[in-house]
């Protein structure tokens, strides 16, 4: 068992097991009925609700799923830049730089007049 898993168990009150706790950690995500996040709309299932919603707010139910989903297609993006892009037809790659410079302007609104 890994010292976080340990760490996690000594920090449950010992009078609560950890399938209590597990539920009582959940009642208190859907204490108002819903599943979803009450800061971006995200259920936190895997492949579900997009990380590009998250606001990666302290009080975000599911912020640090969604930050590993952002780092997964950070670093997969990275590596497709890496080791394919420059293996790509030249159509492929004018493709990509387009799609490359429009979800750049959306994510950061720039060059909003084209």
Do not use: R
Request: charged fraction near 25%; glycine fraction near 6%; aromatic fraction near 12%.
């Amino acid at each position: 068992m890994s010292n976080n898993i340990k760490d996690l168990l000594n920090q449950l009150p010992k009078e609560v097991s950890v399938e209590q706790h597990y539920y009582n950690e959940q009642q208190k995500l859907i204490s108002n009925d819903s599943p979803y996040c009450p800061i971006c709309d995200g259920c936190g299932e895997d492949g579900c609700c997009s990380a590009i919603n998250c606001k990666q707010d302290p009080n975000g139910h599911y912020c640090g799923t969604y930050l590993k989903d952002l780092k997964f297609g950070y670093k997969m993006d990275k590596w497709v830049a890496d080791n394919l892009y420059h293996k790509m037809p030249k159509e492929l790659q004018a493709e990509y730089d387009l799609a490359w410079d429009k979800i750049w302007d959306e994510v950061y609104e720039t060059n909003l007049d084209s």
